[in-house]
């Protein structure tokens, strides 16, 4: 009798797991062979570059200076305008919500080869001012390669509908004002959220407005004066923004403010030491140990 509360039990533990899903996991074959044999080249290549560090060592070769707590990137960020800032965030995610998502939504039903042609037109409309800034920046190799993107996608490109360039290998490298003014020294300056455009800061808010200017002063084919610069302008955004995949308050995380403010503008930082081309781990002296 002691067999039956056994049994309805587990009976009872199979109806419970009748009602799960079973998933039976197939184990990979064993190799022992290969693996034997991949471990001996893994441990070759660790004994092989252990040898050469201490050949390089012995040899007095340059060694690389270590790393230290000064070499890691701070995570603070100048913030005077935070308040203003947050409620441009919050700002931003809102109309992206109720205007900017549904209509790009919209865009992104249209006929690929459409949508890929007001893309690549409004691309090369940008190499106007990638011309002038190259050509303000100091260089002139790239203003010329932007000239010729312009002049290639403009012409066999129908006005700039097909990327004629890039297929060609002319990749397309564009530029701002605001890349300009770092070229000059002018430094990033305090973080701005721009309403509408997103994260930016007062340099790049001044490029910006550089960045409008240049095509009005040009106004290729009177584009971008009249009534037409708006809905130009209104098409470039909706492009834009559907070409874009970031989605506001999709990380999950309560501080997505302080993580785009912090990317955004160490990614500026990077770019301007690129430009400049500074090294970031600068070496100490020979006959200064690291860290003094």
Not at 241 to 252: E, H, L, T, V, W
Request: glycine share 10%; charged share 20%; with cysteine.
């Amino acid at each position: 009798m002691r067999i039956v509360p056994v049994v309805v039990a587990f009976a009872l533990t199979l109806g419970g797991c009748a009602s799960q899903e079973f998933v039976v996991h197939q184990l990979p074959p064993e190799t022992p062979a290969a693996d034997n044999a991949a471990a001996i080249t893994r441990a070759e290549a660790l004994a092989n570059d252990k040898q050469e560090a201490k050949s390089e060592q012995q040899s007095g070769g340059e060694q690389a200076p270590p790393l230290t707590s000064a070499d890691a990137p701070s995570m603070r960020t100048y913030d005077p305008w935070e308040r203003f800032n947050r409620f441009n965030y919050r700002f931003n995610a809102r109309f992206d919500e109720a205007v900017f998502l549904p209509v790009s939504n919209g865009y992104r039903r249209l006929p690929p080869p459409i949508r890929s042609g007001v893309h690549n037109f409004f691309g090369n409309l940008s190499e106007i001012g990638s011309i002038i800034n190259y050509t303000l920046q100091g260089r002139l190799r790239r203003g010329v390669r932007s000239l010729g993107r312009f002049a290639i996608n403009s012409t066999i490109g129908i006005g700039g509908l097909f990327d004629v360039a890039t297929k060609i290998h002319w990749a397309n490298a564009p530029t701002g004002f605001g890349t300009t003014l770092s070229k000059w020294g002018m430094h990033p300056g305090p973080y701005l959220v721009i309403p509408i455009l997103g994260p930016s800061t007062l340099r790049e808010g001044i490029g910006l407005l550089g960045d409008y200017g240049a095509p009005y002063g040009v106004n290729i084919a009177n584009l971008y004066r009249g009534d037409q610069s708006w809905g130009l302008g209104v098409a470039d955004a909706v492009d834009t923004r559907a070409n874009s995949k970031f989605r506001y308050y999709s990380s999950g995380s309560p501080f997505e403010y302080d993580d785009i403010r912090f990317l955004y503008v160490r990614k500026l930082l990077l770019e301007d030491e690129g430009l400049h081309k500074k090294d970031p781990r600068k070496r100490p002296p020979p006959d200064v140990p690291a860290g003094q």
